[in-house]
């Protein structure tokens, strides 16, 4: 049987940090379905669109890994899928409480789906998108911390 896992952000934009986790997850699941959240309550920088077109282009090279967008319940979506599992990021106990809380709420609604945790790379434990964003709008470097074609993407949001 296929092994088929969910990896659910808001991905405002897509980070090393991001991507890390996606490489680590494909030499465990054979398929990563990348879903961008429709979430407009965290007042998105970037839309839906552009932030699936720069996952797309940073993963083309990658036939195992797909792009997608969900939204409604993440539960719901993982099974429409045919996927087992949903795969999330841990980079502090700050992250645990609300994690804990989401994979157990899921859980709840089904015991089909597995909510599996990678911790976070030492080098991108400190990374998130927030923090990307802002040292972005502070003129501070960001080279090593999303791929270049989000950099140009934040250059053409900005007009800089
Ligand atoms: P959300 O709004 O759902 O938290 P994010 O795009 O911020 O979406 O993050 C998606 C997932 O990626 C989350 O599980 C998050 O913890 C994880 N993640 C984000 N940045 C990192 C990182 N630097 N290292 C490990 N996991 C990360």
């Known amino acids: 049987m296929k092994k088929i896992a969910v ?5 405002d934009p897509i980070t090393f940090g991001h991507l890390d986790i996606i490489n680590r997850a494909l030499k465990i699941f054979d398929e990563v ?10 007042k ?14 940073v993963m083309k090279d ?14 719901d979506y993982a099974r429409s899928c045919k996927a087992q599992a949903i795969v ?3 980079r ?12 157990q709420i899921n859980r709840g609604i089904s ?4 909510t599996v945790f990678l911790m976070t790379s030492v080098f991108y434990s400190f990374l998130s998108s927030s923090i ?5 709008s502070l003129k501070g470097p960001i080279d090593g911390l999303v791929p270049p074609l989000v950099k140009k993407a934040l250059d053409a949001k900005f007009n800089r």
């Open 132 to 136: 990307v964003k802002e040292v972005y």
């Open 88 to 90: 999330r990021g841990l």
């Open 44 to 57: 998105p920088l970037f839309t839906v669109e552009e932030r699936v077109d720069m996952i797309k282009s």
């Open 111 to 114: 015991r089909e789906v597995e």
């Open 7 to 11: 990896y659910p952000g808001s991905f």
């Open 62 to 75: 990658n036939t195992r890994a797909t792009v997608d967008t969900f939204d409604g319940l993440l539960v």
């Open 92 to 103: 502090a106990i700050s992250d645990f409480e609300y994690e804990l809380q989401m994979a």
């Open 33 to 42: 379905i990348i879903a961008v959240a429709h979430n407009e309550q965290k």
